[in-house]
């Protein structure tokens, strides 16, 4: 098959898209860039869609990984090249489907960023700096006062971040050690609140009565000036300003970072990965196991520390 017939069957499947799905520009844009891949290849192998065998669609992944590509990369090829081949199938031009029983490439799930507990313990420590200084302007004190209870129940809670900012000032009269919380799917469970955390909070809330009744009268812990409760956005900002005055570079620290590190911290000093799945509100166990690195190493050490022949 020649290059123009090769052009004029994927150009055919693209108008598919564009006029059955409503595929978006950038969308089209991507299927035609990775299918002129695939076709480059097929033509080096002498062959067109309308003859490549399932090997063909593997050795055209083979190249994609020598090239260096990313396995999420070589998935999305692989997606168009199947979508490609089942348009084929489904107009006629083809009988069998050669893309059917080609496995993807294996994706290794990300680790999650961590921080280290000292380093933790240094973002607290900065962002707790000057807060008692009552030279500072109120407005200014008020908004430090924030971000350091913000950042200090979020470790302690591992929350989520829109969690954590939709929470209800009835959490500042409480003096339990737990919290109810509705997650994901409106599903409920309980999260761990520090004694310390519950201090910083009552020390925010007398700080907002004091500086601004109008805030503190809404029905939000974290309430906005621009009305309802602080935006996730707004607290990763003051979140950021924070990491930098503690020597943190800011790519490295986020809500979610701090989630992962109440997670990974919890399992470095030998919680349940079950405990911790309901801590965080993972529906499957599976989720809380981008953690087991950490249980991986835990077993390490032990077995390096306690073993009788460890030594030897």
């Known amino acids: 098959m020649g290059p123009k017939k090769t052009r004029a069957l994927i150009d055919a499947f693209l108008d598919m898209v564009a006029a059955e799905r409503g595929g978006a520009k950038n969308t089209l844009q991507a299927y035609a860039r990775d299918l002129a891949d695939y076709a480059e290849i097929l033509a080096g192998l002498g062959r067109g869609p ?3 065998t399932t090997e063909d669609i593997r050795e055209a992944l083979a190249q994609f990984s020598a090239r260096g590509l990313k396995a999420s990369s070589s998935a999305r090829k692989l997606s168009a ?3 490609l081949h089942r348009f084929l199938v489904a107009d006629g031009l083809r009988a069998d489907d050669p893309a059917a029983i080609v496995e993807g490439p294996r994706r290794g799930r990300p680790l999650p960023k961590i921080l280290a507990v000292a380093e933790v313990d240094r973002l607290l420590a900065v ?22 209870c913000l950042i200090e129940l979020l470790y302690a809670s591992g929350l989520r971040v829109s969690e954590l900012v939709g929470l209800p000032k009835s959490v500042a009269r409480g003096s339990e050690p737990l ?4 997650g994901k799917g409106g599903r409920e469970r309980l999260a761990p609140v520090s004694a310390r955390a519950r201090e910083m ?3 925010f809330r007398a ?8 805030l503190a009268a809404g029905p939000w812990l974290f309430p906005s000036e621009e009305g309802g ?3 996730r956005q707004a607290f990763a900002r003051d979140l950021k300003t924070a990491a930098a005055a503690a020597g943190l570079p800011a790519a490295r620290v986020s809500p979610h970072v701090l989630r992962h590190a109440f997670a990974s911290h919890l399992l470095q000093n030998g919680a349940d990965l079950r405990v ?11 989720t809380t196991q981008i953690y087991t690195h950490v249980l991986d190493e835990r077993m390490k050490a032990m077995v390096r520390d306690l073993h009788p022949l460890a030594e030897e």
């Open 50 to 52: 309308l003859e490549a």
């Open 81 to 83: 090249i199947r979508q």
């Open 127 to 148: 962002a707790q700096e000057g807060l008692d200084d009552e030279a500072r302007p109120a407005r200014e004190r008020l908004r430090a006062l924030r971000t350091a």
């Open 179 to 182: 919290i109810r919380v509705r």
């Open 201 to 203: 909070v009552a020390a």
């Open 207 to 214: 700080a907002l009565e004091k500086t601004a009744p109008g």
């Open 229 to 231: 409760h602080l935006t």
């Open 276 to 286: 911790v799945q309901e801590l965080l509100g993972h529906a499957d166990v599976a």
